[in-house]
């Protein structure tokens, strides 16, 4: 059985120690998580790994020889290979091409033997079972999900005297994959251990990382702080490996009742939209509402078209009894704000600064005489909500895009609080967060419900759901087929209501 041991790897920037005399082995034919917050050094050690980075100290031992830091060639010779989250494929190219994009491409009287290429591309995807996936097809008609799944089957075609990969290095691989999309990166996981291989799973969702698991590492400010198996350990005390601190209860509860005589906040009625053929609804002050469905069930779509990000095509939605605008300025500046699904892509402007990405949406708010910012007034507003939310930073000077991914997310935050909302659209609030900026987040959010900020919380995490929300309306291709009571559900009885069948009359 094949070991890759890291032996007591040190690394420093500066006056920051990323690692401090981390020791670790990684064995074939198990797979074994990475966990820790952001910062804690995960991804400086996978740097390492990968040949990219050259620690400071310590040594990489494959089998009792030697491995040289700072040569992704000699990792690659020597059996180990890394799955990105930000896989960057040649969208214009096939399936089998980009698969032979690290190899040399077969070749017959000295042109590209095209039929080789594409009966290999096919054997390594029926391998891991991804027969599904048509080698001929553009990368470009492919899912996130499939996409992961091609560079994963990729790594099973070898050049002649090319070792076969024994070690996968999978970083965050499922943070932009649906439910469903996960659950096949899953199965995938499974076959490559069922075939020797071993899997170093860094994620920062306690659910994968229970699931697949032989063992556990922890690290904590460059520290490894323990290794366990997975029948030694559970989620709090890897929670409290990874934090420091007993968290206690994940979520936070309830502790001021809802007013069921209370005016409904948020009154939606047959609305449509885009993917969203029909929504009716009422929201309460103070009530979270989980929008809850499988992938493309409608969930996001929901929340876009109440911001008016998707054109409404029928039906109406009021705020406090009056019909809300239809353009996201209009309905910003009515009381709804909005945290987006991706936050890189559709929320921040990563290379401007704290202040700047807070104060965009409520520019008029922070004018003099209507027409000349007050910066002042804006880094206020910024500093005041960064406190609110806990938010890390050097300075609010500072680009966000040298913010963890939690701490950008928390700018997120900041922002829709910035405008003093009746109400907030989370689409996916969690994303790629780790547990101790998730666990800040729950806390906000249930901090505003207690304020009487209603939530509409749209989340693939069926735990969140359960855990956040007092209601959760449930999504069905495009049409919210019913509400239901989130006390005394589990993940299969709400799973179970995504699969119901419902009859499109009944629903209507």
């Known amino acids: 059985m094949k070991v890759l041991d890291v032996q007591r790897v040190s690394r420093s920037f500066g006056p920051v120690h990323a690692l401090r005399d981390v020791s670790l082995a990684f064995r074939a034919g198990e797979v074994h998580a990475l966990m820790g917050e952001n910062g804690a050094g995960k991804s400086t050690l996978i740097k390492a790994l990968a040949g990219v980075d050259r620690p400071d100290a310590g040594s ?9 830091w700072g040569s992704p060639s000699a990792v690659q010779a020597a059996g180990l290979r890394f799955i990105h989250q930000e896989l960057h494929p040649v969208r214009g190219l096939s399936v089998a091409e980009n698969m032979y994009l690290d190899h040399s491409y077969p070749t017959r009287l000295g042109l590209v033997n095209w039929r080789t290429l594409n009966e290999k591309a096919r054997a390594a995807l029926v391998r891991l079972n ?18 992961m799944l091609v560079r ?28 469903e999309e996960s659950e096949h990166l899953f199965s995938v996981v499974d076959e490559l251990v069922k075939r020797g291989a071993g899997v170093l799973y860094v994620s920062h969702r306690m659910p994968e990382v229970l699931r697949l698991s032989a063992r556990v590492s922890v690290l904590r400010d460059g520290e490894h702080i323990s290794t366990r198996p997975l029948a030694e350990t559970d989620q709090a005390r890897i929670i409290h490996d990874m934090t420091g601190r007993d968290l206690g209860g994940l979520f936070p509860s309830r502790e001021k009742p809802l007013d069921p005589k209370a005016a409904p906040v948020l009154s939606v009625r047959a609305l449509r939209a885009g993917p969203l053929r029909e929504a009716s609804f009422d929201l309460a002050p103070g009530e979270v ?27 109406e939605v009021q705020l406090d009894r009056k019909n809300l605008a239809r353009h996201p300025a209009d309905v910003w500046s009515q009381g709804i704000a909005y945290v987006p699904r991706e936050r ?58 040298e913010l963890s991914g939690g701490n950008q997310q928390k700018v997120l ?12 659209l989370l689409d996916e609030p969690t994303r790629g967060v780790d547990i101790g900026a998730r666990f800040d987040l729950y806390r906000i ?33 495009g049409r919210l ?10 993940e299969g009885s709400l799973l179970a209501q995504f699969y119901e069948t419902v009859d499109e009359d009944q629903a209507a």
Not at 62 to 68: H, R, S
Not at 305 to 311: H, P, R, S, V
Not at 386 to 393: A, P, S, T
Request: charged letters at 20%; proline letters at 5%.
């Open 60 to 68: 990489l031992m494959l089998d009792g020889a030697p491995v040289p």
């Open 130 to 147: 991804l027969g599904h996936i048509d080698p001929r097809a553009p990368m470009s008609d492919l899912g996130a999900g499939d996409q």
């Open 152 to 179: 994963i089957a990729a790594t099973l075609i070898h050049d002649a005297g090319e070792e076969a990969p024994w070690l996968y290095v999978m970083d965050e691989p499922t943070a932009a994959l649906t439910g």
């Open 289 to 315: 509402l989980g929008i809850g469905g499988l992938s493309g069930s409608g969930r996001g779509a929901l929340l876009r078209a109440i911001l008016g990000d998707l054109t409404r095509e029928g039906g």
């Open 344 to 401: 890189a892509s559709e929320g921040l402007m990563l290379g401007r600064s704290i202040t700047e990405n807070i104060a965009l949406p409520h520019l008029s708010r922070f004018a003099r005489g209507g027409y000349f910012l007050d910066p002042r007034r804006q880094t206020g507003a910024a500093d005041e909500k960064g406190q609110r939310v806990r938010l890390k930073r050097a300075s609010l000077h500072q680009p966000c895009a």
């Open 413 to 424: 935050f900041a922002r829709a609080l910035a405008g003093k909302p009746r109400v907030l």
């Open 445 to 477: 959010i249930r901090s505003l419900s207690e304020e009487g900020i209603a939530v509409l919380l749209a989340s693939s995490d069926l735990l969140e759901l359960i855990g956040l929300s007092d209601r959760i309306a449930i999504m069905q291709e």
């Open 481 to 490: 087929t019913g509400i239901i009571d989130a006390d005394g559900l589990t």
